[in-house]
């Protein structure tokens, strides 16, 4: 039987092999942004994480015609309002690095104490069909706290600062294996890997 091809639409590289190895065990052939020169980036201007990851997986799915599965994620702070939420990867300025977007926010909340530093990273999957109709959204969540300083090597993003419930170390500091049982992309990614399962077995989906 001829497998399916699936888009994973990030130019993220941390985020790209994570979802890779959620995805590994799928009936489909998996391929990224970086297999199509030609490809525009699409704004991400949504207000909602609901809103940017479908503009994602319709756009990226309309410029190749493949089922495309893409994700919309962001920290989100207790004490900044639940800033830096849709722009997390833009906090601090365009073009920021990790480091440097994980200064700007411990900057931030430096005076708020330990028990006020309450957190949640929140995962939006969309899945888009070849002609860009939205098919599947799932979401995730995972609550914790925002560690004083950055702690570990381990993953991306605001990783290294961020201590989930039940844990005292980091996201950046625990094996991938734990981080990818309890984070918020993991439980996004259980509901859209259950959606694209019964696509093997359905005609929908194109």
Do not use: W
């Not at 860009?132 to 991306?156: K, L, M, V, Y």
């Amino acid at each position: 039987m001829t497998r399916r091809s699936l888009l994973i639409a990030t130019f993220n590289k941390g985020k790209r092999q994570e979802l890779r190895k959620f995805l590994a065990n799928l009936p489909f052939v998996i391929s990224d942004l970086e297999s199509f020169s030609s490809i525009q980036p699409v704004p991400e201007n949504g207000e909602t994480f609901i809103e940017n990851a479908s503009l994602k997986a319709s756009g990226y799915a309309k410029q190749t015609g493949l089922l495309t599965l893409a994700d919309d994620s962001g920290l989100e702070v207790d004490a900044l309002s639940g800033a830096p939420g849709v722009l997390s990867a833009r906090y601090g300025h365009e073009g920021a690095s990790d480091a440097e977007r994980t200064t700007a926010l411990l900057s931030q909340i430096s005076q708020v104490p330990g028990a006020a530093r309450t957190a949640r990273f929140v995962s939006v999957i969309a899945i888009a069909s070849g002609d860009g109709r939205i098919i599947h959204i799932s979401a995730g969540t995972c609550a914790g706290r925002i560690a004083e300083a950055p702690h570990g090597t381990n993953g991306f993003g605001y990783d290294p600062v961020f201590i989930p419930d039940g844990f005292e170390r980091t996201f950046a500091e625990l094996q991938t294996e734990v981080k990818n049982r309890i984070s918020h992309r993991a439980r996004a990614l259980s509901g859209a890997a259950e959606f694209l399962r019964s696509l093997t077995t359905s005609s929908d989906g194109g």
